[in-house]
């Protein structure tokens, strides 16, 4: 088949800038800086990202026709949900349709997906028939596989969204790390040929974190889409440098 | 992008008459006078206003081919609830197409999302489809982006609107603002490209209601879609004078 | 906009004759004659009505490219329920299409909508799409503006309905009176050009239901929708021509 | 209106071998010769059947392209269920259109609703989009109109299921006879232009069957739709004989 | 009509390969040889089978336009669930479309109904439509059907399923055996000119199964679609060339 994910790998690994905290964690992510998106446009550039995530208002009026577009693709995250009905069972509804996502320029689209959620059967609908329009439209297709709350330490769910992610023809999927590498690892490996990234989550300290994305690749992770651990430091192009030599070992 | 507020505003700034309320409060927010459309779009015009917001109805039957209809540009609100059923979770449906709205005259549409109710994945679904094919036949989409009640006096959520209107590419939303600059001023600056207005709210007395006028200007906002502050008044174009200069510096 | 009532209209009134009770009531009202639909379609032209409101079925079996078709004309209800369910929140079904109203010869649609039921949005919507799909074909689009049940007697619900007719587009609105002249003269007025029709209900003696009439007529409404009050008569056509005269002045 | 009932007739007369039942009871109606469609092709064949009535599958495999489809109209089932769930409120789904009923060879397509069934609105929302697909198709739209499980001997629901044939615009339907004469010929009346055949229901000795076949048919009956009450009997030609006289008069 | 299973058999008899394991059962059937789809896809083609059933991720990232393409038919599996959630009333839904198992190559397509689950009319609905595009495509249409968890050993539920695969127009169905012979030839039966194949299920002793496949081979059905049992033994092709020998005769 053919190779979607090209305009998004460099020496075959991926180094992702995700920004969609606004809508699925609100406004308490962000401070004076990094709630700007041209600062995080900016960073991405300047940090040697190979992807940049965004929902679909902040790519049509900060990215479309915007130099920003030349320099680096864009992943157009489909659905999203806020964090006020947090009792309820996850669905996150689509907000963008991938001829939409192709009109603002994207490459790749993005959804996520809640394993053991009540509406696991609405959300392969939607991821199957997104995937199939992104091909047509030879876009790569991205699947966030998540553990809905409360999973999110269980290592079968872990291997479970691997697997998942090659069944429903992901080309990429974004998998949470809890720190038991077994279970990451043999995720990789029932992923196939789907690529696997780290989703970065919540900041943790420099040390820490760059501990996490080595572990991960040598794990067999292609790579790592980072968010509130590169923008919300203080100085986000020092830790940026350290993951892209070793992500990108560039 | 394409500036799809071009049509809207004066001086890069919003005045919208609002006159939706028949379908939202029913009939006890008019008096003989205001339940008339034609006085409402009289009086839109001789004020000075910048965009009017009506249901299809109104639109189709006093607008459309109507002399109004070259003298100020129509925002044409596609859903809308009646307050027969305040102990649902609400949402509101929608009774009007983007298209039809094309053909009524509009050059903007509205979609009003309750925040935080149990209905949030199917608004954020509505809007998106909205958004894209306002954009299509080249119209600003606008977003009435509202807490649920019980959740109006909280500074978080007058936040999350803000950033969700960005989030969701809404060209303007129309915010409702409990008296805590803080958060509206935050945000304003959450938007980011998308242009906030003040929802109107209910009647005050004129004094208080230029003070809230004059505050959210200074925070930033761009303008304000006042129905009830105007209209329920003896001699609107009074009041309407004063908002005008405060606000279109005209 | 174009005047889709004109077919209907006589010195601007309206008089139908409503025959959709087989579908809402059952046979229950009924008898031997009336059950028969030629025995309703030749009392309509008979009486000089200016239009008959038909579920399909019998438009299509009795009406479309019958003699009756030239003389009077045609109102398709689009929805319709059962009384056979009286316990749930009332949602009343679209059995038949726009466009198939048009096939079998009609020039307007007419559609219910139970205000105050659960299902507003789902009927709101229903009737959103039906009106935009009527005035594109050429058609009146007629909206039965009924309180849920146990809401008939409030005045609040009366004059809710004439707003909400004109709101969301419909031409005529077809109103419940329950005696009270100011919640209906204000609905009428609250309509504004929507105009609004009395719907008949069930049969009163003569001289009580001329009086409704007789009031409604004074407040404004442009007519009447009658089936019962005519039709479970012994004699139809001796009420007919007194409400005619009533009603068209002819 | 065209005659979509023509191919079906036969001195005006209806008579349908009902063969659906391996869906709907499951295989509990069935022996070892009478479970195999040809058998039953044949006997349909033999037997001078004006019509027979199959599901999809059947359609396909046994009846499409096979010298039976010379021989005897059909009659496609588009809804079905089974027996597994008799505690729910009954819904039938579509698994047929009517579009592929036509590829199949049918001249008319059957629903069936349930009324009195909270799944209602829907059922009417089904059946009025196959009745107007299959009379743009010029084929006949024929109703199972059954009352929902535990209202079988309310003569008001016979009554009701006849009226509902009608407004709803069906060719036939096909309706339960408790033996009370009275509400059956009240169906048939309110029916009007739609005609009625009967149900033939479960197997009973073959003098009552033969006596309820006359009985409907002196009430006004155009025939019957029988599956049990012939094919599970040793003879089945025996009785069919009978009947076809008593039907057709031939 | 067109033999759709032509590609799929020989001598008359099928031999397949399941491997869509990895979705409704997660990660714990494999080890590390199994859970790469090209030891499968060699396995398949290595052991003479007839077909490989697979879900679309792997399809396209594993047998499209691969060697494996000409050497051995797919069934594209469209629906699938997870085991997270058993609780439910079991519904798996659709996430790859008729059309693009056909781009991907199949040949034929399956989906899975729970007999007896609540969502019995939404399978039967998905179904109906996956037929009718499947066969006008020139693909066979395969159903799994299944009883919802708790009937697996109810006799009446086997034979059912025969019937509901020939009701429903399935190509074949693949039935699940719980050892008790009568039903599942009386399924055979009931079944007619739709094939029966045996779920292969859980992992028996090869002995064990070998008589299983061997006694309903005798009962009437085509052959086998066989998973855990092949590909979960040390050295697979031993019983692989066992059941051949048993089911193509060759």
């Known amino acids: 088949m053919k190779n979607y994910l090209f305009p998004f790998l460099k020496n075959e690994k991926a180094f992702f800038l995700a920004y969609d905290h606004g809508f699925e964690h609100g406004p308490s992510d962000f401070n004076e800086k990094n709630l700007d998106p041209e600062y995080i446009l900016d960073l ?4 040697g990202f190979t992807g940049i995530v965004l929902q679909k208002g902040i790519a049509e009026k900060y990215y479309l026709n915007s130099p920003y577009q030349k ?19 996850p669905y996150s509804a689509i907000n963008c349709s991938v001829e939409y996502a192709k009109k603002l320029g994207a490459q790749a689209v993005g959804y996520t997906v ?11 609908e ?19 596989a998540y553990p809905k709350p409360g999973l999110e330490n269980d290592p079968k769910i872990t291997k479970y969204a691997g697997r998942i992610g090659l069944e429903l023809g992901a080309d990429i999927i974004k998998l949470k790390y809890f720190g038991e ?31 996490v994305v080595s572990e991960v690749m040598k794990l067999g ?14 100085n986000p192009l020092e830790i940026t440098e350290k993951l892209r030599k070793l992500i990108l070992k560039d």
């Not at 489909?78 to 009905?85: C, E, I, P, Q």
């Not at 279970?183 to 300290?205: N, P």
């Not at 992770?221 to 203080?234: C, K, P, S």
């Open 44 to 47: 991405a550039v300047k940090g």
């Open 71 to 89: 320099k680096i693709p864009l992943i157009l995250k489909l659905n999203g949900k806020t964090n006020l009905l947090l009792d309820e069972e």
């Open 114 to 124: 809640y394993l053991g959620s009540k509406f696991e059967a609405k959300m392969f």
């Open 126 to 144: 939607d991821f199957g028939q997104i995937q199939e329009k992104a091909h047509h439209l030879e876009m790569a297709a991205i699947l966030w």
């Open 181 to 211: 590498k077994e279970s990451f690892k043999q995720a990789i490996e029932l992923a196939g040929r789907t690529k696997v990234v780290l989703s970065g989550g919540q900041k943790l300290d420099e040390e820490n974190f760059l501990t």
């Open 221 to 234: 992770a292609i790579g790592v889409a980072v968010g509130r651990n590169v923008w919300q430091r203080e």
